[in-house]
């Protein structure tokens, strides 16, 4: 053979083959309406802005964030979240995942979250002008600040309640999400692997050997989360949760410092009381489904997925829109009286 008639198989090795094994992929997607964020949450330290750089006093003082929810999808996150905030002086509407990007500049990227921070609060998301959160972001010098605009600028919150941020998604990069917000304490709550994976079957995600491998990746970056800030995070699981309610709320509640945990907070009176005022100060009905008297004992009556709001909740609002127009008294301009 001639030199030459190996200079093509040669080429071919080093110019195709070796960048296809040697090149590293092309980093992680972003979050999304799809179940998984596959964001890695062992990677390295990654530059953070500088408010937020270990700062714990300035970034809860300009955040108003009380606390961390997070598990993986469909762990109990929204129960738990629900129970947390029956407490007085805290709030929080849909997932808003403000620590998914690396920087708040990027939160329009993130999507199903931006589009769900500036959603209606009749279901329950935080409803923050689309233009004025567009300059928020692109002003910000740290996650603190989105925060901050929701305080301000959210009907939902009305400067009234300090944050509470439900982001199951958070649970793959837990500890980037940590140093993005300093001293913040977190609450996990996590299901049993074939707990969790028969949740997730229920929901169609049946890819087995994804899911196990999912939901490995999150119980190792929610161990490492909690070898590194043992301070910051309690962690519960779902029978705990379901089991023992009143022993376990009572634990969250002397970690997160929100005063005494009350039984009658698993009712979600004192939650569906919050939601009624603020319905009667946007005067547009989105509350909950009532409360089914012959449920167990914790009835979730907190976020829906947006535009999810039951029939049920339908029918009573516009039950009660006709009782009080039947017993509301004419008035003498009411030509539809005579």
């Not at 270990?54 to 469909?74: E, Q």
């Not at 301070?231 to 376990?248: A, K, S």
Request: with cysteine; hydrophobic share 40%.
């Amino acid at each position: 053979r001639r030199p030459s008639d190996m200079l093509f198989p040669v080429l071919f090795f080093f110019l195709v083959l070796v960048p296809l094994v040697l090149v590293p992929s092309a980093g992680a997607p972003q979050p999304s309406s799809d179940f998984f964020w596959a964001g890695d949450g062992a990677t390295p330290d990654w530059p953070v802005p500088e408010c937020a750089a270990g700062d714990a006093k300035r970034f809860l003082a300009r955040s108003k964030l009380s606390v961390i929810v997070t598990g993986m999808m469909n762990s109990g996150t929204t129960v738990l979240s629900d129970l947390i905030m029956n407490a007085p002086g805290v709030l929080g509407a849909f997932e808003c995942g403000v620590l998914l990007p690396r920087h708040p500049r990027d939160l329009d990227t993130i999507h199903p979250f931006f589009e769900w921070l500036s959603g209606p609060p009749k279901q329950l998301m935080w409803g923050v002008d689309k233009k004025k959160l567009q300059r928020v972001i692109k002003t910000a010098t740290c996650h603190a600040d989105v925060y901050a605009a929701l305080y301000d600028l959210s009907p939902f919150i009305n400067k009234t309640y300090l944050i509470v941020d439900k982001t199951p998604a958070y649970t793959w990069i837990l500890r980037s999400v940590m140093r993005r917000a300093p001293g913040v304490p977190v609450v996990v709550v996590s299901k049993k692997r074939e707990d969790q994976l028969a949740s997730w079957g229920k929901r169609g995600i049946r890819d087995e050997g994804q899911l196990d491998l999912r939901y490995d990746q999150g119980v190792a970056e929610i161990d490492a989360a909690l070898k590194q800030h043992p301070d910051r995070i309690v962690h519960v699981t779902y029978d705990e949760l379901t089991e023992n309610t009143n022993t376990t709320m009572e634990r969250v509640f002397d970690f997160l410092h929100l005063g005494p945990w009350l039984p009658e907070y698993a009712t979600m009176d004192s939650l569906n009381a919050k939601y009624a005022a603020i319905n009667a100060r946007l005067a547009r009905p989105f509350l909950p489904p009532p409360k089914n008297k012959d449920a167990p004992t914790i009835i979730s009556q907190g976020a829906q997925p947006p535009g999810a709001q039951p029939p049920q909740a339908q029918r009573a609002a516009a039950g009660e829109r006709r009782n009080n127009n039947n017993n509301k008294p004419p008035s003498s301009g009411d030509s539809s009286r005579h």
